[in-house]
């Protein structure tokens, strides 16, 4: 049988409008800081992008400032500011602030001082929803952009990190949206582009399917996509409790992604199950793809106050809107087949 991915909030497939899009801006020539006839057609398509992605985040083109990852933003949002956050922050995050924020068994975060800290939208590996205090100093929009109906407009904060390839657009290009006003230092110095903030000539390629897709994503919203992915969310995690007593759910007490469940087996390694699943025909993960291949315990899950050998065994699975009924109960069966394999092994 083919493979089934079910990895998409470590990286969602190329959505064929972001595709034709890069295509299409690999025609022009020009650098988008030229003034030349070329240059211009080149800031053109970079310009179009910056307000497609604007539009779908609920900002102002002028807010947007390109740069080559979500990653990159944090550090440019993030880097001497002094700010807190706590242990549940993705790494790219948590590099540059203190975990002083507390955390509950659910995942959620208490943030008493909002201008002084950074709080994540939603979590990529349990998928637990923020509930995102006012005047927050920096949000991480990275999961839930393209998936949850989020408006920096509305969010009320100074600045978001938000990347393409989450939601269906290339890797190696992400965005800072920036609160008019905002103080920002540029962290790339040299030709001045993105409006003085971030030096560096624009990937004009990967930024017109960052447009593109971000317009796409858009549109899944409006027409109730991701409603129906959670349904077949919904009917995974119904299967795998059915199948197995021993099962413990994360998070799921509490609002989530729609595409997003994580689960913990005791003493099962979660590389392990990842491994097995693999050759199973099945992609998914054991935590943050910027934490793979590292055997150690989910930061995420210990912050929440499980322990070593809980935290070391979750496995999370994202969904998108390709993904079946008929493949997440080929997953559940396959797990489940493997988990009692498991049990018998360890009596």
Known sequence: MSRVYLDHNATAPLR?????????????????????????AAKGIVERARNQVAEAFGAV???????????????????GRGLDGAAVEHDAVGAWVSDALEVDASGLV?????????????????????????????????????????????????????????????????????????DVVAQIQGGGQEMGRRSGT???????????????AARDLDDGVWARVAEIRNILDKSLAAGSNKIIFVGNKERRLPNTTCFAMPGWKGETQVMAMDLAGFAISAGSACSSGKVR????????????????????????????????????????????????RAA
Do not use: Y
């Open 202 to 216: 624009e990937n004009v390629v990967g930024i017109a399917g960052f447009g593109a897709a971000a317009a796409a």
């Open 61 to 79: 083109g002028a807010d947007v400032i390109f740069t080559s990852s979500a990653t990159e933003a944090a550090a440019l949002a993030c880097a």
């Open 16 to 40: 064929p409008e972001a595709r034709a899009a890069m295509i299409e801006a690999m025609e022009h020539v020009g650098n988008p800081s030229s003034v030349h006839a070329e240059g211009r």
């Open 110 to 182: 208490s943030v008493p001082d909002p201008a002084r800290a950074v709080l994540q939208a939603a979590n990529s590996e349990t998928g637990v929803v923020q509930t995102l205090p006012q005047d927050l100093a920096v949000c991480d929009a990275t999961q839930a952009f393209g998936k949850l109906p989020v408006a920096f407009n509305w969010m009320g904060c100074q600045m978001a990190l938000i990347s393409a390839h989450k939601l269906g657009g290339p890797k190696g290009v992400g965005a800072l949206v920036v609160r008019r006003g905002t």
């Open 297 to 344: 315990a989910s930061r995420v899950l210990r912050a929440m106050g499980f322990d070593e050998r809980t935290a070391a065994s979750a496995i999370r699975v994202s969904i998108g809107p390709e993904t079946t009924e008929e493949d997440v109960l080929r997953f559940a069966e396959a797990w489940l087949s493997r988990e009692k394999k498991f049990h018998a």
